[in-house]
């Protein structure tokens, strides 16, 4: 006669059959979970590499800003405990030395090792688990095993904008779209754990840090940027700080639906992109330059050849626009291999670009490239760090970057981003225009009692210009600009959001104007067209 099991072995595997249960219920789609509590601000869920995830933003006693609580949905305190046995056994079948985990050429077979030695241990423990359950148990023990832990699961928040590691003693620190800076419920176990995360970015990309090399500037295979420091450059602990690339890319109607801009400021900006004018975006650090940048290139002609220049990939044009995009690299190790903006400027201008989009003018031969460029025939638009367009014209025209004064002209508009640092709105400040005297005459000036774009002076330097290369009249010109704005608060009536879905009616407009305006007019979805 067979014996019973032990009760020890029959309390595991009803645990195990609950932990089950409880993952299968947690593995629905994201969903937003509404407020509970009277300190609860915000509460939602998303999914990190198959793993459930409930967030909790709640305001807590004696603490001054919210706190961030993230919680792994299916894991109960049971199933924890039995995946950390499973951990502990991996660590143990699984001999590997920190050279092999280190070593950027190994990391491929080391991450298939790993991958096979979890896929063994969880079907050897959970041999009732479905494939999705597995799926999920896996990429737990990975993200816990070989990646970065709770780091790695908040970087799969789209809500996030930044994750800041100050020191093993601090929370986890992070910036959320809505709410702003928040702690979070994440610690790191000690300095040496932040210094081997820190190690394995750098791995992840074929770069170094060390006691020697104590800085690390990166950027991930998904445009996330990665800045790390040891001690004792930074006196108070080892810091990792993640800026992530937004996975959903702003486009001109959410700026005018959330207030960022006017409808009329956006159709005066679609009017210098249409007939090629040239563009610098200014502002501050985090006002949402580029942001700004990517949702006015959606104004391009489908027709022409557009080339993107950046550190971090955050520009993403619709599909169907002619676009190579280009990234800088960091030298490697040896100091080596570098390639820089100016470097990119230059090749650029031997791919025929109809238009060239510049990530940020830091540097004087940046600068100098990019005059030359507009000089020779092509539009331009770059970000630039300046707080107004009078100071964005002192500093292009002053030591280090010192452009000519005779030279600044050929930029059409300059447009300020400006952000709230109180309250963390980002607004369009200025939109203002370069006179032939190479000075900055305001057209439009953000008002912080109405929040509102109000007009500041009369345009005299970029109307005479539309009016020089289009051959049309102020009246025509009017007609045009009312025209556009009608166009984007359409979008924004109908709400089209999506990058592909407002570049599919921006190329309309180009191609088939008169269509598109019915639509317009009749206030109809766009894709009702059918045959017409």
């Known amino acids: 006669m067979r014996a019973k099991p032990a009760k020890s072995e029959r309390s595991a595997s009803k645990a195990r059959s609950a932990s089950l249960k409880a993952s299968k219920r947690s593995s629905a789609k994201p969903k937003l979970v509404k407020e509970n509590s009277a300190n609860q601000l915000d509460q939602y869920e998303f999914t990190a590499k198959e793993i459930p995830i409930t967030v909790t933003v709640s305001r807590s006693k004696g603490e001054f800003v919210p706190i961030y609580d993230l919680r792994v949905s299916s894991i109960s305190k049971t199933t924890e405990f039995l995946l950390e046995k499973i951990r502990q056994e991996l660590i143990r079948e699984v001999n590997l030395g920190v050279v092999d985990i ?145 996975r959903d890319p702003w486009t001109i109607t959410r700026l005018v639906k959330y207030g960022t801009i006017s409808s009329e400021a956006a159709a005066l900006i679609w009017m210098a992109m249409h007939y090629e004018m040239s563009c610098i975006i200014a502002g501050g650090t985090a006002s949402g330059k580029t942001s700004a940048l990517n949702c006015f290139a959606n104004f391009f002609p489908p027709n022409q050849r557009i080339v993107s220049i950046e550190d971090t990939r955050e520009i993403q044009l619709p599909s169907f626009l002619h676009w190579v995009p280009l990234n800088t690299r960091l030298p490697n190790a040896e100091n080596k291999g570098e390639i820089t903006m100016g470097d990119l400027l230059v090749n650029s201008l031997r791919m025929r670009p109809d238009r060239i989009l510049v990530g940020e003018v830091r540097r004087k031969r940046e600068a100098e490239t990019l005059f030359e460029a507009i000089h020779t025939g092509h539009s331009v638009y770059a970000t630039f760090h300046a707080n107004t367009a009078t100071e964005a014209v002192q500093r292009l025209t002053n030591p280090p970057i010192e452009v000519p004064p005779i030279m600044l002209p050929a930029i059409s508009l300059i447009i300020v981003q400006f952000r709230n640092r109180r309250s963390g709105q980002r607004r369009t400040f200025q939109v203002a225009e370069i006179t032939e005297d190479s000075k900055a005459n305001v057209i439009l000036q953000y008002d912080a009692k109405k929040d509102r774009l109000v007009t500041a002076n009369k345009s005299s330097a970029f109307m005479a210009n539309l009016r020089l290369f289009t051959g049309m009249s102020d009246a025509e010109l009017r007609k045009e600009l009312a025209e556009k704005q009608r166009v984007i608060e359409y979008l924004v009536a109908q709400d089209v959001v999506h990058v592909d879905a407002v570049g599919r009616i921006i190329a309309e407009y180009y191609t088939n104007k008169e269509n598109l305006l019915k639509f317009v007019t009749a206030k109809r979805k766009f894709e009702d067209a059918g045959a017409e």
């Open 102 to 246: 280190l070593d950027a050429k190994k990391a491929e077979q080391v991450e298939s090792v790993f991958q096979e030695a979890i896929a063994n241990l969880i079907q050897k423990h959970f041999p009732d688990a479905n494939a999705e359950t597995q799926g999920f148990l896996t990429s737990y023990l990975f993200t816990r095993s070989l990646g970065l832990g709770n780091i790695e699961l908040l970087m799969d928040d789209n809500n996030l904008e930044e994750i800041v590691v100050n020191q093993s003693s601090e929370p986890v620190w992070v910036y959320h779209k809505k709410h702003g800076w928040l702690k979070t419920n994440v610690f790191l176990q000690d300095e040496d754990q932040i210094k081997h995360y820190a190690a394995l970015i750098g791995r992840r990309v074929g770069r170094q840090i060390s006691v020697l090399q104590p800085l690390l500037d990166a950027h991930l295979n998904e445009g996330d940027r990665v800045n790390a420091t040891l001690t004792p450059v930074s006196t108070a602990g080892n810091t990792i700080t993640i800026r992530r690339f937004s």
